[in-house]
Structures are given as C-alpha cells and as structure tokens.
C-alpha cells in the first residue's frame, strides 16, 4: 500500500503539473499520449521527492533538467544510471520498475529537459542572430555555436532549457533574475584594491575569480577583506531602453530557436565533417 | 552580452595595476590562460610544460633545479585532482603559466596548478558502441595554441575548445567512416596545424595522420600509413585489404624545426596474428615515419618490424637528441621498441646506425642487420599456441622514455615476459576486433618490470632497476637538470631515483596502479612534479 506522503505529493506533484501545464499553454493537451502520463506519474512518485517534481533538483539530488552534463547523456546512460543507482551519492537504484518503466521515466524526463515541446517563437530569429552579434553585443561576452566570447555562458543550449519569459526577464532585468552564481564577485583586498570578475573557486581558504581579459586571479580569504559573491549583474541594465519590445522579442527567439536546435543533436555529433576518405 | 563600460574601464585599470608577484595583501598570481606560439619551440623546459612530452624532442627533460638528489627526500604530496567520469588516466597534464590542462576520458579540465582547483570544466559523454582500445575511453591529453585548446575524443573527434572558459569552439569528426576507429592520444601543434591521430590498429581501420587547420578545423592533409592500390608498398595489400591494414598513429609524434619534420611511429598490421592475408614487408606499419609537416608528404621511412606478427607497434616516443656520437656531432633519434631492441637513427635521413637488445628474453630474432632488418627466428602465432618473447604488450610500450641531457643517459620502463601467440584466420567485420586470434600468458613465465638507463654511446645499459610488483603497471619516466629521474614503478609508487646509479631516493605509495607519464612545471619560484595514478592526478614539490 502506498504511504500516505507519497499520495500527497503525488497530488502536489500532479497539481503541480498541471499549473505548469497551464503556463505552457502553446502545447494542446491532445498531444499528451498515455505514455506521457505513465512517464509523468512515475517520475513524480520516484524520482520527483528528490529531484524536484520538474527536474531541476530539490533537497536531495541535483538538477537533472537544465544540467548540460546530463541532457548530454545518451538514453541508454540515463536508464543505466537509474537502474543501478549511482554509487555513493544517494541515488537508489530503480531496477526493480523494470526496463518499459525506466524507459518511460526516461522520456518523461527529456520532456522536462526541452521545455516546452512546441515553442512558439514570439519574434524572428534571423533577426535576433543579428542582434546577438551585432548592435546588442551579446557575442563579446556569451558564445554560441562556437563563436563569441568567454567571460559569460555559452548559450548554445541555453533556450533549450528556459521558458521565453524567463530569458525575456534576463535580458531585461539581468540584476533581478540571473542566479548569483551567473553574476560577478568582487573582492576587496587589505590595501583597498578591489576585484571583480567571474567566480571559479571558492573554498574555505581562498576565492578564484576570471576577469573580462581572460586572466584567472587567485586569492587568499586572509589576504581579502571583503567577499562579495554573485553581488552584480554584468550585463548591459538597460536593453529595456536600448532595444525595442520587438528586438528583445527576436532576441530571446533566436536563444530559444538555437537551443531547441542544438538539444536535437547528439553531443557525439560534430558541427563539422570532411569524409574524404578513399 | 555586453559588458557596462564603465565596469571594463574600472577591470582594465585593476588589471594593469596588479603586480605579478604581489605583496601579500595582493594577489599573488594573475594567470592567463592559453600559450604563446613561441613557446611550443623551445627546447628547454623550466616552468611551463606546453605539450605532450614537454617540448618536441620528446626527451621529457625538465631544467628546473629546485629538486635535488639530496633534497628529494622531503618530497611531499601537494593536491589530488580526482576525476569522477574517467577510466584509468593516462593523461600527461599540459601546464603554462600556472594552469594545468587534463584530459578525463572526453572530459577537459583546466585546474589551478598549485593547488588543484578546477577553474572550468568541458564535459561530455563517453561514446557507446566502441571496442577494443577506444571502449576505454582514455585520452592523453591536450594541445595548446594560442588561446585555443584541443583534444581527441574516444570515438576519434577532434576538439577544439577555448582554453579561457572550456567553450567547445568547433568538433571535427576526422575518422567516422568505419565504426573500429577511436583516438586515446594527445594532438600535437605544429606550426599552424594540429595533428591528430587514431586507435584501432588491432581492429581492421587503415591508419593515417591528419592535420587540420588550427583556426578553422579544415582538414590540411591526410597521409594514409598503408599505401593504397598501385601506390609503393601496395603488394602487401591484396584486394581491399588496404583498407583495413591496421599501422594507426595513436601517440603524439616528435618535431625538428630545423629539419622541417615530423617523426610519427605506427602500430602493428591487422590482422595481428596472421600474416597469410598480407604478405611482405606491410609497409608502412610497425614503423617510424618521417613527415613534411606542411604537406604531410612522406620523406622517408623506417620499419622496426616487418610484418610484424606479434603485437609490436612502433608508436613509443621516438626521442630527439644531438649529441656527440663517434666523435661527429649528431642530430639522433633514439627509440627504445616495443620488440626489444633500442634503436639508434640519423634522424636528417633515417640512415641506421644501430639496435641494441635490452630485453633479456627475444626470441622472435636473433639480432638485427647491418641495415637494421631484424634478422627473424621463424616463430611465428600457431593454431596450438607459440611461445614468444616479448610478449603480446611488448618489451616497452607508450608510456614516456626520457633522454637527460645531465647524464647523456636513456631512460624508459622495460617488460621482461612472453606470450603464448595463436592464430585462426577469420575476415574482418566491423563492430569487432580484427586480431585472427589471440594470447594468453605463458604460465611459467615470471613478468617483470625494469627501469633501464641505456648509454648511447657504449650501446650498453648503464645500470638495471628490477621492479618489484605485479605487471600491471604502464609508467613512463622522466628526467631532471638535477640529475634526478622519476618514475612509476610496479607497486602503486611513485619514484625518484638518482639517474647516475639507479638508486632509489623517495618514493610515495599513490595507492593505485599508475598508466601514466610523469611532468614537471614550476608556479611562483616552486617546482612541482606531476602523474596521473588510477583516477587521480597527484602533484608533488618540497616543503614551504
């Protein structure tokens, strides 16, 4: 018999999809298969308590939703790791749903990872490439598809992963919504000297940061004074002002368009190829 | 996106103001990643580590004199780096101006060299569906040019990633054409191009070296190492079988700048253990190449083992070294093989100079001629099983020699064991090791591990270290100013010895089987020396 927390938060958990379902109104409810449910109900009732009912972590275990490293993972690693567990980590192992319902929860689960199954895209991508680029400078900072900068993330997947009102809200109001972790950290030193750039380490005893010219800078915390984590945005404050409704639009639809575009293909796919074999 | 100007002004101001070597209320170090071009031609290796093997000789010789013969004593572990996706590492970290570059099966890591920490993280799947060599998903390591890094993935794609943020930048599949192919090695820069090279010698792919446009990822050349129909060397290969001779290039090769040539070794034919489908010499497998770096075009050969029959790949570091040798000086190259003989070469035109045995137990020939052709026994792999020595893993194998240019002295690990060859023809298929047949281990033969120092000179080894421990170690070996060599040896420890006796001086129980090359690098004035053991990466220096 099935305890009565696991009923409950199967009801939160169902609940909880469907507002979520509501939200991503785009997506017909016609187009959810049995299959879906079987995988959604599963998901929920073993996974869920742990790594949140979406996938993106909880008390428990890490993000499996938005984590690059695991959308990375072939199916046949997903349903291996969640038929063995992971050892050392807390991760149970699940053989015992059998193949067909690991297989489900599988699936379940790559829907959680791609978002919203059918975007519709709110403006031109074409045009939001060119913005990215180009005027908006997004480029001397963010890389996609192998070009632009380092000091930001590499967005190609990205908007496989985000909703086009969150990366709206990014891109207008970085200082509100970016996690601290995406901002940067300054540090003050004893003689007053202060640093800021992207963090990279930081542990009980020292903080590692990367400044905009690449250079990484390795401090002591007893040579600092101050820490700030996470404390600003360093993107532009005002593309509220300095694009238009319909450039930003154009823009998060190009993020959201190449994300979706590179969550189709295989990691182990390369961008390029040149069979010239004989 | 972009950054507010007013905050670039205030970062380039902080920038500039930063001391390098600061007071101590100031950051001690600033460290730009990447490597100035420059810096890969150098011969002398001090604080940075920028290739492979250090330099292109391949001698794997530090100059750095911070550790001594006398001082190694206090060697002490300064941080483990673990790595939580990989197999065994048999990873030799890059390292300049302060970052270490490590590869973890197709995972790269740029690390803090002094204390370990990982600065970013470039991850990615280990490939499924592969066999043999490649299914262990092992990598060498890096290569680095300006601010770009590049590497080899287990399923034979090359990598190019942005050395500042571990950004993939571009993924050239470069052998995807026969599901056999992989890549465990290390690419190699030279000049504009970075060469890379694949496993599966013992699984029917036809070998070759490819060099791409660093920048672009195009494909410069591609120099296939067994000869196609009506090319030289063709009469070995009947048929297709061209097309799956074996001969792979799966370690980094050497570099002259001033002769303009690469030095590249090749691995054993396929199938390995039977001969009848390829008769002749099976060029150009179980050989040294000797290659025009801007057009790939050979310029001459070497072969170590005509159609090898047992496993001896040619691809163990072919060491460059000018020295003095019969009172001329001499521009070597010395290579200690997998088949049991050290050999000496005029690397400006291949021309033999001589082969030393230094396994105790070869009985697959009885020398080599005055032309370098080992004269042969006649053993060769039976449907019942022949015992022949050296065994399938060969006399030495990949793991690094090192030439010190303080002792004039060649330095490498040696396999004393044999192994039982058998043979049944069978076609090759894709998807499955192309071997005809296998080896077992003879059991009444005691295997052992020897460190050796051979003198070039004399053609004699100057002194023997038998190693005690199971065989299953794979450590390569490398040398300092000082006079000291280090070492992986057979029980799980890593070893300093004096290089002029042999004696043993520190040593320091990693608590795994080591299957990797030790290297040395100095941060902020302090030198430290590095190996990959088991899944971890331990790196080592003197107390403050």
Not at chain 2, 218 to 236: D, Y
Not at chain 2, 372 to 401: E, H, M, Q, Y
Request: aromatic share 10%; proline share 5%; hydrophobic share 35%.
């Amino acid at each position: 018999m099935m305890r009565w927390w696991h009923v409950i938060s199967i009801r939160c958990v169902l609940l909880g999809l469907a507002s979520i379902t509501n939200l991503r109104a785009q997506q017909p409810a016609s187009t959810t298969t049995a299959a879906d449910v079987q995988g959604s109900m599963l998901f929920a009732s073993n996974c869920g308590s742990c790594h949140g009912s979406d996938g993106r972590g909880g008390e428990h275990g890490p993000d499996i939703a938005t984590d690059s490293d695991v959308q990375r993972l072939a199916d046949s690693d997903l349903i291996a790791i969640a038929k063995n567990g992971v050892a050392g980590t807390g991760m149970p192992a699940f053989g015992w749903l059998g193949q067909e319902k690991l297989t489900s929860i599988v699936q379940y689960l790559r829907t959680l990872q791609r978002g919203q199954i059918d975007i519709k895209l709110p403006g031109n991508p074409k045009s939001g490439e060119a913005l990215f680029f180009g005027r908006a400078r997004c480029s001397e900072c963010h890389m996609v598809n192998g070009k632009g900068g380092f000091i930001g993330s590499d967005l190609s997947l990205y908007g496989a992963a985000e909703s086009a009102g969150q990366i709206r809200s990014v891109v207008v109001d970085p200082e509100k919504n970016l996690p601290p972790q995406k901002k940067a950290t300054t540090v003050v030193s004893h003689t007053g000297q202060k640093f800021t750039g992207m963090l990279k380490v930081d542990d009980n005893f020292s903080v590692s940061i990367q400044t905009m010219d690449g250079n990484f800078l390795f401090f002591q915390k007893s040579q600092l004074t101050h820490i700030d984590l996470g404390s600003y945005s360093l993107m532009p404050a005002n593309y509220g002002a300095t694009l238009n409704d319909e450039q930003i639009n154009d823009l998060v639809s190009y993020l959201l368009h190449v994300g979706s575009e590179n969550s189709k293909r295989s990691p182990t796919q390369s961008s390029k190829s040149d069979r010239d074999d004989e | 996106m972009r950054l507010k100007r007013r905050w670039l002004i205030a970062v380039c101001a902080y920038t500039l103001s930063i001391p390098l070597r600061g007071q101590d209320s100031e950051p001690s170090l600033v460290r730009a990643p990447g490597v100035q071009a420059s810096q890969l031609l150098s011969r002398t290796i001090k604080d940075d580590w920028p290739s492979y093997n250090g330099d292109y000789t391949g001698r794997r010789f530090s100059s750095l004199t911070q550790i001594t013969p006398q001082n190694v004593r206090h060697f002490q572990a300064q941080w483990v780096f673990h790595s939580r996706n990989a197999g065994i590492l048999e990873v030799t970290p890059v390292v300049v101006n302060g970052i270490m570059y490590v590869t973890a099966s197709n995972d790269a890591y740029a690390l803090n060299a002094q204390t370990g920490q990982i600065l970013w993280h470039y991850s990615r799947p280990v490939s499924q569906g592969l066999i043999d060599d490649a299914s262990g998903h092992i990598s060498r390591g890096v290569a680095l040019l300006g601010t770009r890094l590049y590497m080899e993935t287990d399923n034979a794609h090359l990598l190019c990633l942005d050395a500042r943020s571990g950004n993939l930048i571009w993924d050239v599949a470069y052998a995807d054409w026969n599901k056999n192919y992989g890549a465990t090695s290390a690419p190699l820069i030279v000049k504009d191009k970075v060469l890379v090279g694949t496993s599966g010698g013992d699984d029917g792919v036809r070998g070759f070296l490819a060099a791409y446009d660093s920048t672009s990822g195009k494909l410069a050349w591609r120099l296939w190492t067994i000869p196609g129909p009506g090319e030289f060397g063709s009469s070995s290969w009947p048929g297709d079988s061209y097309l799956h001779g074996g001969g792979t290039t799966w370690m980094p090769g050497t570099y002259d700048p001033e002769l303009n040539t690469i030095y590249w070794g090749t691995s054993n034919a396929a199938p390995d253990y039977d001969g009848s489908v390829r008769p002749g010499d099976d060029l150009y497998t179980a050989s040294l190449l000797a290659i025009d770096p801007d057009t790939g075009k050979l310029k001459w050969y070497f072969q170590f083992t005509p159609h090898d029959l047992y496993d001896y790949d040619g691809v163990e570091t072919p060491v460059l070294v000018d020295m003095q040798y019969q009172g001329k000086p001499r521009k070597l190259l010395i290579e200690a093989n997998r088949n049991g003989f050290i050999y000496l070469l005029d690397r400006t035109n291949g021309k033999f100079l001589s082969a030393t045995p230094f396994a105790k137990k070869i009985n697959w020939a009885t020398g080599v001629d005055a032309n370098g052709r080992p004269i042969v026994t006649d053993l060769k792999p039976t449907p019942d099983g022949t015992l022949i020595c050296p065994g399938v893993v060969g006399a030495t194998n990949w793991f690094s020699p090192s030439y010190s240019e303080a002792t004039h002295l060649f330095y490498f690990l040696a396999f004393e064991g044999c192994s039982v060859y058998f043979v049944k023809p069978a076609p090759f298929e894709e998807g499955r090791g192309y071997y005809s047949t296998g080896t077992k281990h003879d059991p009444n033969d005691k295997t052992q591990r020897v460190l050796l120092s051979f003198d070039p000179q004399t053609k004699t080894i100057a002194w023997r270290y038998p190693q005690a421990g199971d065989s299953h170690s794979w450590g390569g070996v490398m040398t300092t100013a000082t006079g000291l060599v280090f070492f992986a040896d057979d029980a799980n420890f890593f070893e300093a010895a004096d290089a002029k006796t042999g004696k043993s001086l520190w040593h320091f129980n990693t608590g795994q089987t080591l299957h990797a090359s030790p290297m040395s690098y100095a941060v902020g004035g302090k030198q430290y020396v590095a190996i990959a053991s088991g899944v971890d990466l331990f790196s080592f220096a003197l107390p403050e």
